[in-house]
């Protein structure tokens, strides 16, 4: 390990084996109009919603339909950052005008990813739980400003970042002063090609056995594919994630961003019911938004 002074949540030796398989986990909890859900105790976080918000009817119809299949936290994009300059960017700043709206009628928190530290302000009073996406693991200038928040960070891992990387990225929230970080595997870049990504689950066990940050798999952007999204969220689950975080589309063709990898109603609510029995037989629950705990 790089650093010198161990950073929170770190094991202070990171040679030796644990002497069990899993640290036991700071928990962080996401509140919202007086209910919460908590990350890192024995209920999985099932997160699900749109990659992009694309208006307020499609986050209505979409973020509804998902919290009577089982989702506990809606996520939805609304500053994107796309590869290719020309593809749609997310509808921006205008989306907070409605967000706040259809939140209360989905009745959900909302998890959304934040991509410039002039962002925060706006989105403080909308937004649950910032997401920082994986190609801003490294925007320290950022994540430092998320440490002087109080809300939960939902923070990816880069496409091609060390597990060191992303855990020394994390502390720049955590020693900022706001301790409240959630870490997801997204997939890393390999030399394979039949998937966007892979899927790192060696490095959720392994994040699991060494740190006690709550730990989220993406199968959405871990595979690109969505005929793959179901099976890798049990996986992610089985390797210990303490939530999964998948992009439902009512249309998934039609999705304005990562169409490929979305899924549609009914596949969602295979996901929820699969992931359920594999908790199940982990002694685990799926976690569930708690009254009064906010
Ligand atoms: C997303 O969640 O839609 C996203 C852009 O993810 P990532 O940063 O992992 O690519
Ligand atoms: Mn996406």
């Known amino acids: 390990m790089s650093t010198t002074t161990p950073p929170l949540h770190r ?13 036991t986990a700071h928990r962080v909890r996401v509140e919202f109009a007086g209910q919460s859900v908590e990350f890192g105790g024995p209920g999985v976080v099932v997160i699900a919603g749109p990659c ?33 300059a020309a593809s749609f960017q997310g509808i921006g ?10 939140k209360s009628a989905i009745g959900l928190p909302l ?9 925060i302000e706006m989105m403080l009073a909308t937004v649950d739980m910032f997401q920082v996406g994986s190609r801003n693991m490294y925007n320290y200038e950022l994540l430092k400003e998320l440490g ?18 992303w855990v020394n990225a994390a502390d720049y929230v955590v020693r900022g002063g706001n301790d409240r970080v959630v870490l997801c595997e997204r997939g890393i870049r390999t030399f ?26 993406d199968p959405s952007h871990g595979t690109g594919r969505r005929e793959l999204v179901i099976p890798m969220a049990l996986a992610g689950i089985a390797a210990g ?12 063709d039609q999705a304005l961003s990562d169409s490929a990898q979305a ?23 799926l976690a569930v938004l708690e009254k009064g705990r906010a």
């Open 192 to 217: 394979e090609t039949t998937t966007r990504n892979t899927l790192d689950l060696n490095a959720v066990a392994w994040l699991k056995a060494h740190t006690s940050f709550p730990v989220v798999v």
């Open 11 to 23: 094991q202070t030796s990171q040679t030796s084996a644990p002497t069990t398989s899993q640290k």
């Open 111 to 119: 998890v959304c990813e934040v991509t410039d530290p002039r962002q």
């Open 148 to 165: 002087r928040t109080d809300k939960p960070v939902l923070l990816k891992r880069a496409f091609a970042a060390t597990v060191d990387e």
């Open 241 to 252: 994630a303490d939530g999964i975080i998948c992009e439902v589309h009512p249309v998934p």
């Open 93 to 102: 700043e205008p989306a907070f005008e409605f967000l706040p709206r259809a």
């Open 52 to 84: 992009s918000i694309e208006s307020e009817s499609h986050l209505l119809n979409t973020g509804r339909e998902i919290a009577s299949l089982g989702a506990v936290l809606l996520r939805g994009g609304v500053f994107k950052m796309r590869t290719n």
């Open 263 to 285: 899924i549609d109603f009914k596949m969602f609510e295979e996901l929820v019911r699969k992931s359920r029995a594999v908790a199940a037989s982990l002694d685990r629950t």
